[in-house]
């Protein structure tokens, strides 16, 4: 199941200082941003191998999320929380802000052949 987490933070006058390390397993190979969405949902997926951390830099989003055993949404809108998503939590993110802006960490390169489309077969007892 996705674990919120609270990234270390360094504030000062200079401003705030926040960092990701030591989060996900592995290297960093792959860094995205999602921005200027719209009311349509991102996601939709799960994976074989990739370990994804997402932050909202700026604004808010939501993000549902089931490993075929549990299910929860997440509200993210303050840049010092990560939510790590396992290769297994199949997951959907939406409502965004106007100013959304999500970045978000991956373990592995793209590759195609790890996406799984299909959700679990006993998923969206939530609203999403």
Known sequence: MPQLVQLSTFPSD??????????IPGTIKRVFYIYGTTEMQRGGHRHYKSWNALICLHGSCRVYSNNGQEEAFFYLNDPSQCLILEPEDWHIMDAFSPDAILLVLSNEYYDKADYIDAPYPEQMKLSV
């Not at 200079?14 to 989060?23: D, P, Q, S």
């Open 14 to 23: 200079a401003g705030n200082l926040t960092v990701f390390e030591k989060i």
